[in-house]
């Protein structure tokens, strides 16, 4: 429990802290924070890192509040499911997430108007049950 909640909380905090002061300082910019579908809904056996990842919402969803008003952009995706790689291939039903459209997601939170911000969006494969 200890070693999620170091990685996944304190370490975003870490990265937040420094990536903030920067980003301030110029006036601007996008710090975008990965999550999982375990920083939204508790499953079993999963509670070191379902703590680990609630509290990195917590932490972009208070960084959002924080730093919005001086230009900085703060963002949280949750990815709710599996990855598409060369050892997890797709068996052709669009099961797994795949990278590249992730990674245009990402894009496009990074690319939002300052008028139509969002702090947080969820990545998901079109079979999944709700």
């Not at 999620?4 to 301030?24: D, H, I, N, Y």
């Not at 230009?71 to 797709?90: C, K, Q, Y």
Request: with cysteine; aromatic share 8%.
């Amino acid at each position: 429990m200890q070693k999620s909640l170091q990685v996944c909380a304190f370490g975003g905090f870490l990265a937040v802290r420094e990536a903030a002061r920067r980003m301030l300082a110029a006036g601007h910019g996008t710090i975008l924070l990965t999550g999982a579908s375990a920083g939204v809904k508790g499953y079993a056996q999963s509670a070191p890192f379902a703590m680990g990842k609630f509290a990195l919402r917590g932490l972009a969803q208070s960084a959002a509040r924080e730093l919005h008003p001086q230009g900085v952009h703060v963002g949280h995706i949750v990815i709710d499911g599996g990855i598409r790689s060369t050892l997890h291939p797709d068996s052709g039903q669009d099961s797994l997430l795949d990278p590249d459209a992730i990674a245009a997601s990402y894009l496009q939170l990074i690319r939002q108007p300052r008028n139509a911000w969002s702090w947080e969006i969820e990545i998901r494969p079109w079979v999944e049950k709700f």
